[in-house]
């Protein structure tokens, strides 16, 4: 069937204005798809992520925006004398918003010594001798770097927070890369903040042998009686209580990708049955000179096939590059999910249009295939 591609093509360009439309529609449809599924693919990765972590986040009982939550900074001391506690960090958070948006900047103020050991974060610009020694610098993700147009020394500012950027970090986890992070005291200090030997939670670190439900309620029983009770969580447990609004909006959404597929269908088939009704004197010439009426399936199916591959291509590899260069982040109460491209959701994006190109064509291809061919030549 291969040599017959050109004859494809040809009957393709011959209607160019419809099948560039065809195409058009479709590219939009599968980047509105490929995006949902930009978002899902976020939202799974960040939790199956943190399912994985061996660490604890201790936060002020009946508090939600960490920006309401405030716990004594000396807890960190009482909680890694515990059994089963490897480390116990310190965390001052703080954000341009505390409700959902593309556009949220978060902070994490903790000490500088132990940000390599509880981040897995690698510098690509910068030095840490720099961010060590220098009361207001900060290390910024790739992401926020990316998006926000930053460079190595420059002040930053969001609000009446203002930093030197000292370096540009990478992650492994992707959601790390739209993070900041600078000193806990420069956090406490900073005016308008008056959160002087305060933080907003506490992050544990357990031993691969601890019991983290156990670990969870011998803090909180700790502090139960004050002087500020505790709420203590796995990390992936509060990550997932904290985004568990989004949950129910992405689950939404994806309602939306699948629409956009059953609308490239609609479209595809539209033109195709368009282009069948068009040429059936055509076909019927066709197989007055030896070609089956196999042979005519083929032809319908590959021409549904590819106009509906090309808008795939189209509207998945636009998406994909604009995830890659725009660094997009949806974040909420502090917790970022990151817009990521991938293999996975490029094939997701290129299957779906071949398999709606496929489903598209059958109908029409059937019945180009089942014409009789005298009543077809008749046709005007």
Same mark, same amino acid.
């Given at each position: 069937?291969?040599?017959?591609?050109?004859?494809?093509?040809?009957?393709?360009?011959?209607? @160019?204005?419809?099948?560039?439309? *065809?195409?058009?529609?479709?590219?939009?449809?599968?980047?509105?798809?490929?995006?949902?599924?930009?978002?899902?693919?976020?939202?799974?990765?960040?939790?199956?992520?943190?399912?994985?972590?061996?660490?604890?986040?201790?936060?002020?009982?009946?508090?939600?925006?960490?920006?309401?939550?405030?716990?004594?900074?000396?807890?960190?001391?009482?909680?890694?004398?515990?059994?089963?506690?490897?480390? &116990?960090?310190?965390?001052?958070?703080?954000?341009?918003?505390? @409700?959902?948006?593309?556009?949220?900047?978060?902070?994490?103020?903790?000490?500088?010594?132990?940000?390599?050991?509880?981040?897995?974060?690698?510098?690509?610009?910068?030095?840490?001798?720099? +961010?060590?020694?220098?009361?207001?610098? &900060?290390?910024?993700?790739?992401?926020?770097?990316? @998006?926000?147009?930053?460079?190595?020394?420059?002040? +930053?500012?969001?609000?009446?927070?203002?930093?030197?950027?000292?370096?540009?970090?990478?992650?492994?986890?992707? &959601?790390?890369?739209?993070?900041?992070?600078?000193?806990?005291? +420069?956090?406490?200090?900073?005016?308008?903040?008056?959160?002087?030997?305060?933080?907003?939670?506490?992050?544990?670190?357990?031993?691969?042998?601890?019991?983290?439900?156990?670990?969870?309620?011998?803090?909180?029983?700790?502090?139960?009686?004050?002087?500020?009770? *505790?709420? *203590?969580?796995?990390?992936?447990?509060?990550?997932?209580?904290?985004?568990?609004?989004?949950?129910?909006?992405?689950?939404?959404?994806?309602?939306?990708?699948?629409?956009?597929?059953?609308?490239?269908?609609?479209?595809?088939?539209?033109?195709?049955?368009?282009?069948?009704?068009?040429?059936?004197?055509?076909?019927?010439?066709?197989?007055?000179?030896?070609?089956?009426?196999?042979?005519?399936? &083929?032809?319908?199916?590959?021409?549904?096939?590819?106009?509906?591959?090309?808008?795939?291509?189209?509207?998945?590899?636009?998406?994909?590059?604009?995830?890659? *260069?725009?660094?997009?982040?949806?974040?909420?109460?502090?917790?970022?999910?990151?817009?990521?491209?991938?293999?996975?959701?490029?094939?997701?994006?290129?299957?779906?249009?071949?398999?709606?190109?496929?489903?598209?064509?059958?109908?029409?291809?059937?019945?180009?295939?089942?014409?009789?061919?005298?009543?077809?030549?008749?046709?005007?």
């Amino acid at each position: 069937m291969l040599r017959y591609i050109p004859y494809v093509l040809k009957t393709l360009w011959r209607h @160019r204005t419809r099948t560039l439309l *065809t195409v058009s529609g479709t590219a939009v449809a599968m980047f509105v798809f490929t995006f949902v599924g930009a978002v899902q693919e976020g939202l799974d990765r960040l939790l199956h992520e943190q399912r994985q972590d061996r660490s604890l986040i201790v936060f002020q009982a009946n508090r939600f925006c960490p920006s309401t939550s405030k716990l004594p900074e000396d807890y960190a001391f009482r909680i890694r004398k515990l059994p089963g506690v490897k480390e &116990a960090v310190p965390i001052k958070v703080y954000m341009n918003n505390c @409700r959902a948006s593309l556009d949220i900047v978060v902070f994490n103020g903790l000490p500088a010594e132990k940000l390599r050991r509880v981040r897995p974060i690698t510098l690509s610009e910068g030095d840490w001798s720099q +961010f060590e020694r220098q009361r207001d610098a &900060a290390l910024v993700g790739r992401a926020v770097a990316q @998006r926000r147009k930053l460079s190595v020394g420059q002040k +930053f500012s969001i609000g009446t927070l203002t930093v030197t950027i000292a370096g540009i970090f990478e992650s492994s986890v992707p &959601a790390e890369e739209s993070m900041i992070y600078t000193h806990l005291e +420069f956090l406490q200090r900073t005016r308008g903040l008056n959160s002087v030997g305060t933080a907003t939670q506490v992050e544990v670190l357990l031993e691969e042998s601890a019991d983290a439900q156990m670990a969870s309620k011998l803090i909180d029983d700790l502090y139960r009686s004050g002087p500020i009770a *505790t709420n *203590t969580r796995t990390k992936g447990a509060f990550q997932a209580k904290a985004v568990g609004d989004l949950v129910e909006l992405v689950g939404f959404i994806r309602y939306l990708g699948l629409a956009c597929v059953v609308m490239v269908l609609g479209l595809v088939a539209t033109t195709t049955v368009m282009g069948v009704q068009d040429r059936l004197r055509e076909h019927a010439v066709l197989q007055t000179i030896g070609f089956t009426g196999w042979h005519i399936f &083929a032809f319908i199916i590959s021409e549904s096939l590819v106009v509906s591959l090309v808008g795939g291509l189209l509207g998945t590899g636009t998406a994909l590059a604009i995830l890659q *260069t725009s660094s997009l982040a949806l974040g909420t109460e502090g917790i970022l999910i990151a817009f990521v491209p991938s293999i996975s959701l490029a094939m997701m994006g290129l299957a779906a249009s071949a398999i709606v190109g496929l489903l598209a064509g059958i109908a029409p291809a059937w019945q180009a295939a089942r014409a009789e061919i005298v009543p077809a030549l008749r046709m005007a």
